[in-house]
């Protein structure tokens, strides 16, 4: 297994992983980690950024989300997830508010779930480079999460889910997963 | 101004953006199962869901701002072909693939720079709405950029069917760019944006991707209006009664 090396972080990923830090509620926080994307299991709702804010308000725990796509379908099953978690852990009462802004962005991925993604069989998304300065999706070259081979091409804009978008590699023949920029 | 209520002015906003993205959005996803090929059924369907997706977003924010306990499924639901206020341009039939492509890339053209005026609303859950549907454009105008690129300048069939649904598509875009004293009050407010203005820009993109697709961009001598003020196609009540059955014939039904 080639070791790859580690992007330089977002800004956006440091701000939100200062805010979890800076939090007085580390157990809750560990709670809610338990939640995983219903569509990618390995990857929790904070690795993915789905999970934007916890705070605790007048008594209650207030746990902010936010969707990735407008219509992704995994929102109702994310919120009864965080509900059940909760509840499991007496954790009560709380509120499960959505925010659309900021929108989500996949600067949010934390390095640990670019890493999941990675060994999961999904090509995580390549930051910065002039390919994506419209925030699209490459014709060719993200690398092949299976070999590491960077000949790999584009084969469908949209995969499987909105925010997938389907490769092949040219050099060991598997088709694979790219989690799109966004 | 005085009587201009711009709660209720917002609330009638977020449906009318709401009604445009789910019968869009229905008319996408009649696509699902039926794409030409495997990839692009699933591109279609995704588009879709990206739509349904604002809708629920416009609604659960209409919904809210009427306060009267009503859900994003009362407005997606149960309101009849009258009261939906969608461009007329959303709701005809997807027709062939050309079709659906040709529609695409005139919406995909006007969102692109639609929504990043709204992005700039003072009401900043609409603000927040069109932030995210931005993105989802950006991709979605990719496609239908390359589909019109390799329809128009394809084989004389893909041509012909190409410029077709241009010409039967070109006079209900006029709508897009309308306005009446409700949606110019809110822009002049902040909270709306000046559609008129976007015409120029959108007619440019436009035309400049038609020629590169050696098509012809369609003369300005007919228009259709209505949607902004219940008046539809008949084609709008056939989409409802396929969309709305189910909820209103089991009302509240759940699995
Ligand atoms: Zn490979």
Redesign the pocket.
């Known amino acids: 297994m080639v070791t790859k090396s580690i992007p330089v972080l977002p800004f956006a990923w440091y701000e939100r992983a200062q805010r979890r830090k800076q939090s007085a509620l580390t157990p809750i926080w560990e709670v809610l980690d338990q939640v995983k994307d219903p569509e990618i299991p390995v990857l929790s709702i904070w690795d993915l950024g789905v999970l934007c804010d916890l705070q605790a308000i007048d008594g209650k725990y207030v746990v902010s989300i936010t969707p990735t796509y407008s219509g992704c379908p995994a929102m109702e099953t994310i919120r009864a997830d965080i509900a059940a978690a909760l509840e499991a852990a007496q954790l009560q009462p709380y509120e499960i508010v959505t925010r659309l802004s900021p929108a989500w962005t996949t600067d949010w991925l934390s390095p640990q779930g670019r890493e999941q993604l990675q060994a999961y069989g999904i090509a995580p998304p390549a930051g910065g480079g002039c390919a994506h300065a419209q925030g699209l999706t490459p014709e060719a070259g993200i690398e092949?999460p299976?070999?590491s081979?960077s000949n790999t091409r584009r084969i469908s804009e949209f995969g499987s889910t909105a925010c997938k978008a389907l490769f092949q590699?040219q050099?060991?023949q598997?088709p694979f997963d790219y989690f799109k920029h966004f | 101004m005085s009587d201009f209520n711009l709660k209720a002015a917002t609330q009638e906003y977020a449906t009318r953006l709401g009604d445009d993205a789910v019968v869009l959005g229905h008319r996408l996803s009649e696509w699902t199962s039926n794409g030409p090929f495997l990839e692009e059924d699933i591109a279609l369907s995704n588009v879709a869901l990206d739509y349904i997706g604002r809708a629920r977003m416009y609604y659960t924010y209409a919904a809210e701002l009427a306060g009267n306990g009503k859900t994003e499924d009362d407005f997606a639901y149960t309101r009849d072909m009258r009261e939906y206020r969608n461009l007329l341009i959303h709701e005809l039939p997807r027709g062939d693939f050309a079709y659906t492509m040709v529609r695409q890339l005139l919406v995909d053209v006007f969102n692109t720079y639609y929504l990043p005026e709204l992005a700039k609303s003072a009401d900043s859950t609409l603000a927040g709405i069109a932030q995210k549907a931005i993105k989802e454009t950006r991709y979605h105008l990719r496609r239908s950029h390359e589909w019109t690129l390799r329809l128009g300048d394809g084989t004389e069939a893909s041509h012909q069917r190409m410029q077709r649904a241009l010409e039967s598509l070109w006079g209900y875009t006029h709508e897009l760019f309308d306005a009446d004293p409700l949606e110019l009050q809110l822009a002049d407010a902040g909270i709306g944006v000046h559609n008129a203005a976007l015409r120029p820009t959108w007619l440019a993109q436009v035309s400049a991707i038609l020629t590169e697709a050696t098509l012809t961009v369609p003369k300005d001598d007919w228009a259709v209006r209505g949607g902004r003020v219940g008046y539809h196609t008949e084609n709008l009540g056939h989409l409802l009664n396929d969309m709305q059955f189910l909820h209103r014939a089991y009302p509240g039904c759940q699995w």
């Open positions: 092949c299976h070999c081979s590699c050099d060991c598997e």
